[in-house]
């Protein structure tokens, strides 16, 4: 194994190893018992393998919702799936992807060291996704190595220590403190969720019609709540697919027997994320104080985006089927002005428009919440367009990177490349 693949498939390129390391090496600081040192290890990391299995439970089942639907209304298109077109990248691009990620982090932790900015990104799958779109559009434009090398780093470095930075505001009115950040590249959509959800007052709420009260029972189980969207999601997506389509699909299988366990999966993987999110921050954060205190004094970790989810899964739950819906707003006036269709990514709309979501929830109440979901997934949906010229080297998929911050960092770094060259 080559130094580039050590990197790129080492303890960089496998965040659960990542964190676990992070957690060993801050109880170590902290000269803690053996048992603990274990314990806090072990729990981290399969704290973020829950996390993980969740994901892929729920995105396996999100993935076959994106094909009915692909299916039911005939639309060719691109989705953004940041997993795909970085496995894209990094046949091409292996050797530049693992630098920009080394010298990047490199220059990221000295960032936290002397400047008053403390935060330490540790979503190394998402530092994986930036360097390969970096490496992607700098390789594009015909750059020699070192150039590449050196602007992907520094850029990298700049977004994974600004993104917690300007969203922390919102995530810690979440919060209600400052224990973790949000390690994870929709920075832009967070901070214009929170934006839009602070123009509505919580506490100008109108109060709950007495019909609804009587079904608080049922929505203050948030499980069965998923559950049920879910499959009324996937039955009227359904319902306008062939039947013979659904039958090749799922092996002949009823589009109601379909929906139902599909629902269940999805909801299935829910649960197991906020289990894992649960386990993995009551280990990481502590042991993190010891490196923060040691290396970075006041340093802040810098996590994934379900670790908002627990704060309000009611509000996640619907943040996912609003910004979605946004998506949906957003691909129909694509194909009215006959530009590159983007087919909302259910994926990228579950996840950072959940996250997003919660931010609003908290920010302006129900009211904030919907309106900022519904603008936070039509503005996710449309930013790929200006992505997707600027990556051809790339070659032709029906994939390009999701959220918002891989498409506005790389206009900008085109633009600005452009201007020298």
Request: aromatic share 12%.
């Amino acid at each position: 194994m080559n130094p580039a693949q050590f990197i790129n498939k080492g303890l960089l390129g496998e965040p659960a190893l990542l964190l676990g390391f992070i957690a060993f090496l801050g109880l170590l600081l902290q000269k803690q018992p053996v048992q603990r040192l274990a314990n806090g290890t072990i729990k981290t990391m399969l704290g973020y393998t829950l996390l993980q299995i969740g994901a892929a439970a729920a995105g396996s089942s999100l993935s076959n919702l994106s094909a009915i639907i692909q299916n039911g209304f005939q639309i060719i298109g691109i989705i953004p799936h940041n997993e795909t077109i970085t496995a894209l990248a990094q046949i091409n691009y292996g050797e530049e992807i693992a630098l920009i990620m080394l010298f990047g982090m490199a220059l990221h932790l000295v960032i936290a060291r002397f400047t008053p900015i403390k935060y330490v990104f540790l979503t190394g799958h998402h530092m994986l996704f930036m360097a390969s779109m970096l490496a992607g559009l700098l390789m594009s434009m015909a750059l020699p190595l070192w150039q590449t090398v050196l602007m992907g780093a520094t850029v990298l470095a700049a977004a994974i220590s600004l993104g917690p930075f300007i969203a922390q505001p919102y995530v810690r009115k979440t919060t209600g403190d400052d224990q973790f950040a949000i390690g994870h590249f929709n920075s832009i959509g967070y901070v214009l969720s929170g934006w839009i959800a602070s123009w509505f007052r919580p506490g100008s709420e109108p109060p709950e019609p007495a019909k609804l009260q009587k079904l608080r029972a049922f929505f203050q189980d948030h499980m069965s709540v998923i559950t049920v969207f879910t499959f009324g999601l996937f039955l009227v997506s359904g319902l306008f697919t062939p039947s013979n389509r659904m039958e090749e699909m799922f092996s002949g299988r009823h589009f109601i027997v379909v929906s139902l366990i599909q629902a269940t999966w999805f909801a299935g993987g829910c649960y197991i994320i906020l289990a894992g999110v649960r386990m993995m921050l009551s280990e990481i954060i502590p042991a993190f104080k010891g490196i923060a205190d040691r290396f970075v004094p006041g340093a802040i970790p810098a996590l994934d985006c379900p670790v908002l989810f627990k704060y309000s899964p009611f509000a996640a739950m619907f943040g996912f089927f609003l910004s979605f819906a946004g998506g949906i707003v957003a691909m129909i006036v694509l194909l009215q002005f006959q530009y590159t269709v983007i087919i909302p990514g259910v994926i990228p709309h579950f996840f950072s428009g959940g996250a997003a979501s919660v931010i609003a929830y908290k920010t302006g109440g129900r009211t904030g919440m919907i309106a900022a979901s519904l603008i936070h997934g039509f503005v996710i949906t449309m930013l790929p367009v200006l992505l997707i010229p600027l990556l051809s080297n790339l070659g032709f998929l029906r994939a390009t990177f999701a959220d918002s911050d891989f498409s506005v960092i790389g206009v900008a770094v085109h633009s600005i490349v452009r201007l020298f060259y």
